[in-house]
């Protein structure tokens, strides 16, 4: 009852005008991105109820705002385009199925293989897309839709400094739609978006074959919708965390991603994710509960429903200002007075992130690309070895001392730093005592030096390691059979 009462009841009045907020920024993106996805604007207002709403029982991060998003949009559009609406819905409930599997593997433990320079650049590049996507509402207005952008922009930034007890961006909406409505000023409206009908979703088994020629078609698509949506869902709620000083459950949140995008799949509802930009908002307007969260999906439908009248009327230019609003504040402005004082791998990482997601509108393949740039400087940065040889002349025997990692990314170096041939020696010692192997290549390295002294007369003896690369070697080494060579573990 106490779980119960934190993350619905801790918070009501807050948690309520929070949601109204975000129902009201909810309209024109989901509008907007069914127009991406070249369906009609109720699939993703219902898509946007659906998911908010069963989100707010079964997700893991209370308050963060799941809806239809433009990245899963992308997704669907030659889905849509080649074999229609209802295999778009089937691949919608695939996607959940198949998120809901990545759940019960724990795949949201990988969300602490995410460098910080990419979490930057996903909330940096997030914030660029969001401000530019506000650009083609300006297309052939006229200063009256300028003016109220900025009324709205002041609003905002002012009204907190009188009383934060109502958001201010919903002050903002409210005053700039009165404005245009009671001046007729002849500005974008929601209604100019497209037909918002008002009717309930209901439920529906979409129209497919219940063969493999249909999951030969749909897999694909809900796969690939599955891991975009868990990358953006698992981020922003990584970023919610931050912004809230509070924890939630990654692999929890898999799952109710999943269910949340059955659901949307059975009501007529195109595949969505976790929203930065609304959750931000939600964040910012004082959202910390599910009950925020619960309230923006309901309220999105009673806007549509009982107040689609006034709703059409809305003028773009007071959502656009908060969006505007939400892309400036979600922007780290002080990564860029850092950036000249990061590692310049950090700094490269953080600028390809931001750059391919601005190129290709695609949040998950800016953030993939980062984490493999960044694992790329990782490995070279651990690969550099020190070796270093002394030889003992009344012995015959040369010692090698080496220390670093030897893994796949650092045995080219570790082989061509040993010379195999000597006049003078007999035996040669390599010694591991500050050294690590990693992997079979590690090993395969080992048997490859160890073998070429052994063809050049050399007794060759691998010594001081530990216990782990001690057992690696035991159960995968060749040297032993072909060298007949010792093998000492440190100690």
Known sequence: MQKLRQGWFSNIRADVLAGIVVALALIPEAIGFSIIADVDPMIGLYASFCMAVVIAFVGGRPGMISAA???????????????????????????GIIQIVLGFLKIGQLMKFIPRSVMIGFVNSLAILIFTAQLPAF?????????????????????????????????????????????????????????????????????????????????????????VGLIESLLTAQIVDDMTDTDSNKNTECKGQGIANIVTGFFGGMAGCAMIGQSVINTKSGGRGRLSTFVAGVFLMFLIIVLNKIVLQIPLAALVAVMIMVSISTFDWSSLKRLHKLPKTDAVVMVTTVVAVVLTHNLAIGVIMGILLSAVFFASKISKMTIISSHDESLQKMTYNVEGQLFFASVIDFVSSFTFKHERIRTV???????????????????????????????ANVIGLNEASA?????????????GVDQTAGH
């Open 429 to 459: 010692d390599i010694n591991l005592a500050q050294a690590h192997i990693w992997d079979e290549s590690g090993v395969a390295a080992i048997d490859k030096v160890v073998l070429k002294f052994h063809q050049n007369g050399i007794r």
């Open 69 to 95: 998003t433009g990245a899963m949009a992308l997704v669907l559009v030659g889905l849509v385009k080649e074999h229609g609406i209802e295999y778009m819905l089937a691949a919608t409930i695939l996607t």
């Open 139 to 227: 297309s052939g207005e006229s200063w009256p839709m300028y003016a109220m952008v900025a009324g709205g922009l002041t609003i905002i930034y002012l009204f907190p400094r009188i009383t934060k007890a109502v958001p201010s961006p919903l002050v903002a909406i409210i005053i700039i739609t009165i404005i245009a409505i009671y001046t007729g000023s002849n500005v974008k409206t929601i209604g100019d978006m497209g037909d918002i009908t008002n009717t309930l979703p209901s439920f529906l088994i979409p129209n497919v074959p219940l063969n493999l020629e249909t999951l030969r078609i749909v897999f694909p698509y809900a796969l690939s919708l599955a891991l």
């Open 471 to 483: 057992t690696l070697l035991e159960k995968i080494a060749g040297f032993k059979k072909t060298a």
